[in-house]
């Protein structure tokens, strides 16, 4: 009696707290996913062993080691191409339903080719951590591309500016497939084609970290993404989706853009960041073409500009066709939220990007912040965001591909990133129950502190914290696994929850 009482009052406490710190106390849908994410260069190490090839970020850390925040690389990284075993372990360990990965092209081809040599050492590599997945009954979602192209590639063709590159990722993407398909359930072409080609092509921000025709190259890029993307599509759709039964589609990442007024300006500011962002590449493959303030917009400017078409390329009514409908789900990486803010457009100059879109973006000083300036704590942000992607993409299903949160690492103790995750999934849990949003996974970044590209080792996401000063590169819980575990156990966020 006494007892059930004291249980009782607990419970109603917790319930009480929970209402008071809105934590959303329904369970997950029965079939939802849970998954953990990493990718090839920030974590493998092993740059030029066993007959990989070099790659741009290669090539970028050892040529200007200055951009990278502390001088490092991904050569060693946290050395999970000797560590298969163990990276297992802690995959299993957390009790996820997926792992998501990503192939080194490099790796798999040394020159990036097909006609080059196949690497065995590196279809060995893969073959093993998909069948160990296999074997413990973790699905595989696999990346084929991300950021790490092979330099070759770059250094003849000039990477994603040239259209035979379309061809080459194919070849890739088919071999790809046959390879590995049969133990593959999600496909992703791409990571991120948004940071492929603006801070690859425009800001320099990533490799290959080309800034020379600005307002230019970024848009030529995402054209070739965008046609390799539908390539890659079109032959897992008609050479192996019948026998494999996996999905196929893209990552994209955006920020929530929330107008900072209800002025009908702002709004608008807010409405066009997301076009150019997200739109950029999710308007093609759901509608067909680029969304049409880009068209317009850029198109008025060149013209003023004095070029004699558009710096936005033109897709011909044959690629619309090839591009539109080519995802099985919308892949989302998702961090944090900006302002946007209406202003005058930018007068008539050199071209850029953010000319093009011209919106005042900004952070909101009272939002937590984490250890990568760019990145606040805005958990409300993930429920508008998808929100807005169900009524301006015909509902499709979402999966959230990454979202997390960084620190500087300084304790195992990481109470920070737990509340991230707990207030982001509750908000998932409003999309999906409230909005009706069609969210059937989610997948948190990332398995393991990691190289955070142009921060190096400064910025840490995982769940294990690595010693990277220590040669074994050991692996470490932080108190966060036990979090993620529990959510994915239970499926909920609270003690009890609402089934
Ligand atoms: C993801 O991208 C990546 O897929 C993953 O590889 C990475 O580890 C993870 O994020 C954590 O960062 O001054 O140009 O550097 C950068 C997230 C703004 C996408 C925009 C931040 C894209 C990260 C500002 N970006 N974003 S700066």
Redesign the pocket.
């Known amino acids: 009696m006494f007892h059930s009482r004291v249980l009782f009052s607990l419970y109603t406490l917790l319930q009480l707290w929970t209402k008071a710190t809105g934590v959303d106390d329904r369970q997950f849908p029965s079939n939802f996913k849970f998954g953990v994410a990493t ?1 090839s260069y ?1 974590v493998e190490g092993a740059w030029d062993e066993d007959g990989k090839g070099e790659n741009i970020w290669d090539h970028l850390t050892h040529t200007t080691p200055d951009l990278i925040y502390d001088g490092s690389n991904g050569d060693i990284a946290c050395d999970s191409y000797h560590k298969l075993e163990e990276d297992l372990a802690l995959i299993k360990d957390l009790g996820v339903d997926f792992y998501r990965l990503s192939l080194s092209w490099s790796r798999i081809l040394p020159t990036g080719h097909i006609d080059g040599q196949i690497n065995e050492a590196g279809v060995a590599y893969y073959e093993d951590i998909l069948t160990k997945l296999q074997e413990n009954d973790i699905q595989a979602m696999v990346t084929l591309y ?2 790490d192209l092979p330099q070759p590639l770059q250094e003849h063709m000039g990477g994603w500016l040239n259209d035979t590159i379309v061809d080459v990722y194919g070849n890739y993407a088919r071999l790809a497939f046959d390879l590995f398909g049969d133990k593959v359930q999600y496909w992703a072409t791409f ?2 084609p ?2 492929v080609c603006q ?1 690859g092509y425009e ?1 320099g ?1 990533k490799a290959p970290a080309i800034t020379k025709a600005p307002g230019i190259d970024l848009y030529t890029c995402a054209h070739m993404v965008l046609k390799s993307h539908a390539k890659a599509y079109h032959i897992y759709d008609s050479e192996y989706r019948a026998t494999q039964k996996g999905k196929i589609s893209i990552v994209l ?1 955006t920020n929530w853009y929330e107008p900072v007024s209800d002025d009908e300006k702002d709004l608008e500011a807010a409405e066009r960041n997301g076009q150019f962002s997200f739109g950029w590449f999710a308007n093609p493959i759901v509608h067909g073409n680029y969304p049409q303030v880009m068209i317009d917009r850029i198109g008025e400017r060149s013209e003023k500009e004095g070029f004699d078409k558009s710096r936005l390329p033109e897709f011909t009514s044959q690629e619309i066709e090839d591009i539109k409908g080519t995802y099985d789900f919308i892949g989302l ?1 998702h ?1 944090t939220t900006s302002l946007a803010e209406w202003i005058e457009d930018y007068e008539i100059g050199e071209p850029s990007s953010n000319k093009d879109i011209s919106v005042k973006g900004s952070l909101d000083d009272s939002w937590e912040s984490s250890a ?4 606040k704590v805005v958990p409300w942000g993930i429920r508008k965001l998808t929100k807005w992607i169900k009524d301006t993409y015909n509902n499709p299903e979402i999966i959230i591909t ?1 979202n ?1 949160f ?1 620190d500087n690492g300084d304790t195992l103790d990481d109470p920070r990133r737990i509340n991230y995750y707990r207030e982001y999934l509750s908000s998932l849990l409003e999309a999906i129950y409230d909005d009706g949003v069609n969210v059937t996974a989610y997948t948190a ?2 398995l393991m502190d ?1 190289f ?4 190096g080792y400064s ?1 840490k ?1 995982g769940f294990y914290s690595v010693n990277f000063s220590d040669p074994d590169r050991p692996r470490t819980p932080k108190t966060s696994v036990k979090y993620y575990k529990t959510v994915l156990e239970t499926r909920c966020l609270v003690e009890e929850c609402v089934e």
């Not at 955070?452 to 921060?455: A, D, G, I, R, V």
């Open positions: 990718a920030q991300h950021w990571n991120e948004h940071v801070q800001s921000r990442n990486n961090y990568s300036s760019w990145l990454e997390g960084s970044w990332s990691n955070e590209w142009l921060q910025e996401f």
